[in-house]
């Protein structure tokens, strides 16, 4: 039974004292009911054999976004249960209780409606309504696990055991023994060519899918044919194309043999939907690019070769220009003042051309110009653009084998004109033909600059303006060797869980829709404990993952916590719960001087100090590797702590999120990968530990609670006011007698 302290000092020489109840369960709703002394419970019995007096330790780790619930032991009287042995009654009889349910509830005999100010005239204006907890609360759910006993007594052992426990993923394979891949996020094509109307393959926001040959779906027989798996949002289907990865430039180039689409839908195994697209095993590909370099092999040094190949962005690219400018050239004037070579290094492709066709062409854009000097009737000034396909030996010299692409002549008696916005020797608005070449993938482009005069006497300036250089290619694979994995650009799984729509883009709700689709938990936004809290502040961080291999559901959730910056974990209610540090946290316990006792005031360790984080980022579809990246720092406490050059720092690999990556240190905490962990583990913090004499904190209160002081035992903590702290619960131990915790502090910026 019960009572309440009369005075503080009462309060503080005993500690708070609840009955705890334990249900153990044998199916979904029966259990039987045990307890420290015999109670009824609303007309059911808990038998008082309980022995020892277990704890219950919770605790989240802010640095690793985890939370952890401790696993307990019961000892437990061998009395007599329907005139048997309870030992016989938990293993041997009609009922099983391995892997069955254990419920704890803190039973609160007492609920009185007074408050602790109304007891004491010398008690804190602090309201205490018990009324608010209930009779019973529950604070722990757990599986049983195992037991053992003597005559007297019986070991019975209890595990925080997770729906998610022994589940990987993905786990549904196909008949040719292919697992059907799994994918988040929001991917994104690139438009989708051919040689005939070829693309720029510069996009990289794709997912590997894998090889599932000669597999039968629909009536549709594989036999010499490919299918590849993509999975995602069933409505794509017009834009599933495949794309094949070029090692050797780091292309991602569209197939197109893929390019008519021809996919599929169906179901593998009980609910996984996903595409099937079936063609032949030669990945004949046509794209664009520019050269992946650029250089002046001849001729006196002028111009920048590399603004012929620049991206600004724009197709043609025309800003930035390779101007070779030549000044006074006369008939006389020697090779090098006449003519001006560049390479355009091709890069060496992964497969082969395809020879049944066209295969190389390339298109340039440029303007010619000529100032005559002298004109006259008798001479003629001429500037010319030339190319030649061959390797690197034969482009750099004067040799024969130049092709003429135009050229602008003065006529007789000229004097300066030009000739504008040109593409392949026509005006470039007309969309003239490539100009095709026949080569081998060693080959490299040379243009070459002409300058000529007719007459000794007689001379001209000219210049010719190189704005954008472009290479079409049409290849194949060998086909008799067909490749592991394509590459996809559709986006992933769309929301299965409750009051979800539409494609899970975003990384907390990746996490969601793991737990339903795979683990089957789910409830309503408003169960969820911190869901919509969460939801507001991770919109806009995007992930793109993927997963082909299984992996354990417990791993993938954490490292999407971990990246995503939250920590899921469930109550010891059974009900879910998320928690993400917020910008402007409130409190959720306002405490006073006489809640707790041995109260304890220190700060993290300078070891554990995070300063400076470099964040790889966008994982390659293709390889073990990230394209992006950035490099973060906390230079106000690398300085105030004296931190050098090498130490506290952490190299980070996401390999899920792609937007809201960093931030700055002193940032609101919510706006990048970032600046949450710099405002938690960036800098010296503050931390408390106690033990808790208000009984109904001490049940009511949880991990990721938020707790500030109205009055506290010290003046100050440390030097700083306690006045306006908050700090977060991060480890909570509940038994029967007593209740500890440690918290952290939330710093406001």
Same mark, same amino acid.
């Given at each position: 039974?019960?009572?309440?302290?009369?005075?503080?000092?009462?309060?503080?020489?005993?500690?708070?004292?609840?009955?705890?109840?334990?249900?153990?369960?044998?199916?979904?709703?029966?259990?039987?009911?045990?307890?420290?002394?015999?109670?009824?419970?609303?007309?059911?019995?808990?038998?008082?054999?309980? =022995?020892?007096?277990?704890?219950?330790?919770?605790?989240?780790?802010?640095?690793?976004?985890?939370?952890?619930?401790?696993?307990?032991?019961?000892?437990?009287?061998?009395?007599?249960?329907?005139?048997?042995?309870?030992?016989?009654?938990?293993?041997?009889?009609?009922?099983?209780?391995?892997?069955?349910?254990? /419920?704890?509830?803190?039973?609160?005999?007492?609920?009185?409606?007074?408050?602790?100010?109304?007891?004491?005239?010398?008690?804190?204006?602090?309201?205490?309504?018990?009324?608010?907890?209930?009779?019973? =609360?529950?604070?722990?759910?757990?599986?049983?696990?195992?037991?053992?006993?003597?005559?007297?007594?019986? $070991?019975?052992?209890?595990?925080?055991?997770?729906?998610?426990?022994?589940?990987?993923?993905?786990?549904?394979?196909?008949?040719?023994?292919?697992?059907?891949?799994?994918?988040?996020?929001?991917?994104?094509?690139?438009?989708?060519?051919?040689?005939?109307?070829?693309?720029?393959?510069?996009? /990289?926001?794709?997912?590997?899918?894998?090889?599932?040959?000669?597999?039968?779906?629909?009536?549709?027989?594989?036999? *010499?044919?490919?299918?590849?798996?993509?999975?995602?949002?069933? *409505?794509?289907?017009?834009?599933?194309?495949?794309?094949?990865?070029?090692?050797?430039?780091?292309?991602?180039?569209?197939?197109?043999?893929?390019?008519?689409?021809?996919?599929?839908?169906?179901?593998?195994?009980?609910?996984?939907?996903?595409?099937?697209?079936?063609?032949?095993?030669?990945?004949?590909?046509?794209?664009?690019?520019?050269?992946?370099?650029?250089?002046?092999?001849?001729?006196?040094?002028?111009?920048?070769?590399?603004?012929?190949?620049?991206?600004?962005?724009?197709?043609?690219?025309?800003?930035?220009?390779? %101007?070779?400018?030549?000044?006074?050239?006369?008939?006389?004037?020697?090779?090098?003042?006449?003519?001006?070579?560049?390479?355009?290094?091709?890069?060496?492709?992964?497969?082969?051309?395809?020879?049944?066709?066209?295969?190389?062409?390339?298109?340039?854009?440029?303007?010619?110009?000529?100032?005559?000097?002298?004109?006259?009737?008798?001479?003629?000034?001429?500037?010319?653009?030339?190319?030649?396909?061959?390797?690197?030996?034969?482009?750099?010299?004067?040799?024969?084998?130049?092709?003429?692409?135009?050229?602008?002549?003065?006529?007789?008696?000229?004097?300066?004109?030009?000739?504008?916005?040109?593409?392949?020797?026509?005006?470039?608005?007309?969309?003239?033909?490539?100009?095709?070449?026949?080569?081998?993938?060693?080959?490299?482009?040379?243009?070459?600059?002409?300058?000529?005069?007719?007459?000794?006497?007689?001379?001209?300036?000219?210049?010719?303006?190189?704005?954008?250089? +472009?290479?079409?290619?049409?290849?194949?694979?060998?086909?008799?060797?067909?490749?592991?994995?394509?590459?996809?650009?559709?986006?992933?799984?769309?929301?299965?869980?409750?009051?979800?729509?539409?494609?899970?883009?975003?990384?907390?709700?990746?996490?969601?829709?793991?737990?339903?689709?795979?683990?089957?938990?789910?409830?309503?936004?408003?169960?969820?404990?911190?869901?919509?809290?969460?939801?507001?502040?991770?919109?806009?961080?995007?992930?793109?993952?993927? =997963?082909? $291999?299984?992996?354990?559901?417990?791993? %993938?959730?954490?490292?999407?916590?971990? $990246?995503?910056?939250?920590?899921?974990?469930?109550?010891?209610?059974?009900?879910?719960?998320?928690?993400?540090?917020?910008?402007?946290?409130?409190?959720?316990?306002?405490?006073?001087?006489?809640?707790?006792?041995?109260?304890?005031?220190?700060?993290?360790?300078?070891?554990?100090?995070?300063?400076?984080?470099?964040?790889?980022?966008? /994982?390659?579809?293709?390889?073990?590797?990230? %394209?992006?990246? +950035?490099?973060?720092?906390?230079?106000?406490?690398?300085?105030?702590? *004296?931190?050098?050059?090498?130490?506290?720092?952490?190299?980070?690999?996401?390999?899920?999120?792609?937007?809201?990556?960093?931030?700055?240190?002193?940032?609101?905490?919510?706006?990048?990968?970032?600046?949450?962990?710099?405002?938690? *583990?960036?800098?010296?913090?503050?931390?408390?530990?106690?033990?808790?004499?208000?009984?109904?904190?001490?049940?009511?209160?949880?991990?990721?609670?938020?707790?500030?002081?109205?009055?506290?035992?010290?003046?100050?903590?440390?030097?700083?006011?306690?006045?306006?702290?908050?700090?977060? %619960?991060? /480890?909570?131990?509940?038994?029967?007698?007593?209740?500890?915790?440690?918290?952290?502090? =939330?710093?406001?910026?």
């Amino acid at each position: 039974m019960l009572t309440l302290p009369s005075t503080w000092d009462e309060a503080l020489s005993r500690p708070h004292k609840a009955t705890w109840l334990f249900e153990l369960y044998y199916d979904s709703t029966n259990y039987v009911g045990l307890s420290f002394e015999d109670i009824d419970y609303l007309g059911t019995p808990f038998y008082g054999a309980v =022995l020892n007096k277990p704890s219950i330790r919770d605790a989240m780790n802010l640095a690793q976004s985890k939370a952890s619930t401790s696993n307990l032991s019961l000892s437990v009287a061998n009395f007599q249960y329907n005139g048997k042995p309870f030992s016989e009654e938990l293993f041997g009889g009609t009922n099983k209780y391995i892997n069955k349910d254990c /419920k704890i509830y803190a039973y609160l005999e007492d609920s009185p409606a007074d408050t602790w100010d109304s007891l004491t005239a010398n008690w804190e204006d602090e309201t205490r309504d018990w009324d608010a907890i209930g009779t019973r =609360l529950q604070i722990y759910q757990g599986r049983i696990t195992g037991m053992s006993h003597t005559a007297d007594s019986i $070991e019975i052992n209890i595990v925080t055991k997770r729906p998610w426990d022994f589940i990987s993923i993905p786990n549904t394979k196909d008949t040719t023994d292919v697992y059907i891949p799994i994918s988040y996020g929001n991917f994104t094509p690139s438009t989708h060519g051919t040689y005939a109307s070829p693309q720029f393959p510069n996009v /990289k926001t794709y997912r590997p899918v894998p090889l599932a040959p000669n597999f039968e779906i629909d009536g549709v027989v594989g036999g *010499n044919k490919l299918n590849y798996y993509i999975t995602g949002i069933i *409505n794509e289907t017009s834009t599933a194309h495949l794309y094949y990865f070029d090692k050797s430039s780091d292309l991602f180039i569209p197939v197109s043999s893929f390019g008519t689409n021809t996919g599929l839908s169906d179901v593998v195994g009980s609910e996984t939907v996903y595409y099937q697209i079936s063609a032949g095993s030669v990945a004949d590909r046509g794209f664009k690019i520019r050269p992946i370099g650029a250089s002046q092999s001849y001729g006196n040094s002028v111009g920048t070769p590399n603004n012929a190949i620049d991206n600004d962005g724009s197709d043609p690219s025309v800003t930035n220009t390779l %101007i070779v400018d030549v000044d006074n050239i006369i008939n006389s004037s020697s090779d090098v003042e006449k003519y001006r070579v560049y390479e355009f290094i091709q890069p060496s492709l992964d497969g082969d051309f395809n020879t049944a066709g066209d295969h190389v062409s390339f298109d340039v854009w440029y303007d010619l110009y000529i100032d005559d000097k002298t004109p006259s009737n008798t001479w003629i000034a001429n500037t010319i653009i030339e190319y030649k396909y061959t390797d690197a030996a034969g482009g750099s010299d004067m040799s024969l084998g130049w092709t003429e692409i135009e050229m602008l002549t003065s006529g007789s008696g000229s004097g300066s004109l030009s000739s504008l916005n040109r593409q392949n020797g026509s005006e470039s608005s007309s969309s003239p033909s490539p100009i095709v070449v026949t080569g081998n993938s060693g080959y490299n482009l040379y243009l070459r600059a002409s300058f000529a005069s007719s007459s000794g006497t007689g001379y001209m300036d000219g210049r010719v303006v190189i704005k954008d250089v +472009q290479i079409r290619y049409n290849m194949i694979n060998d086909e008799d060797k067909p490749y592991d994995y394509f590459y996809s650009g559709i986006d992933g799984w769309e929301k299965s869980y409750s009051g979800g729509s539409g494609t899970a883009t975003e990384i907390h709700e990746a996490h969601r829709d793991i737990l339903k689709r795979y683990v089957g938990v789910d409830d309503s936004d408003a169960n969820i404990t911190g869901w919509t809290a969460l939801d507001s502040a991770r919109s806009g961080w995007n992930l793109r993952y993927w =997963l082909l $291999e299984p992996e354990s559901v417990k791993s %993938i959730l954490e490292k999407l916590q971990y $990246e995503g910056c939250f920590i899921f974990w469930f109550r010891g209610d059974g009900t879910m719960r998320y928690y993400h540090r917020p910008d402007s946290p409130s409190a959720d316990f306002t405490l006073t001087k006489h809640d707790v006792t041995d109260l304890k005031v220190s700060h993290t360790d300078f070891s554990d100090l995070v300063t400076t984080m470099k964040i790889n980022y966008e /994982k390659h579809p293709a390889e073990n590797r990230y %394209i992006s990246n +950035q490099t973060k720092s906390n230079g106000s406490a690398r300085t105030n702590w *004296n931190i050098q050059s090498d130490e506290n720092i952490k190299e980070i690999k996401l390999d899920a999120l792609v937007a809201n990556t960093a931030g700055d240190y002193d940032d609101d905490p919510n706006d990048g990968f970032f600046s949450y962990y710099a405002n938690l *583990n960036s800098d010296v913090r503050l931390m408390i530990s106690g033990k808790i004499l208000n009984p109904k904190f001490a049940y009511q209160s949880e991990i990721g609670d938020v707790i500030a002081f109205s009055t506290a035992p010290t003046d100050k903590f440390f030097g700083e006011s306690y006045s306006g702290k908050k700090f977060v %619960i991060t /480890k909570i131990q509940k038994s029967v007698d007593s209740a500890s915790f440690e918290a952290f502090e =939330l710093k406001e910026n």
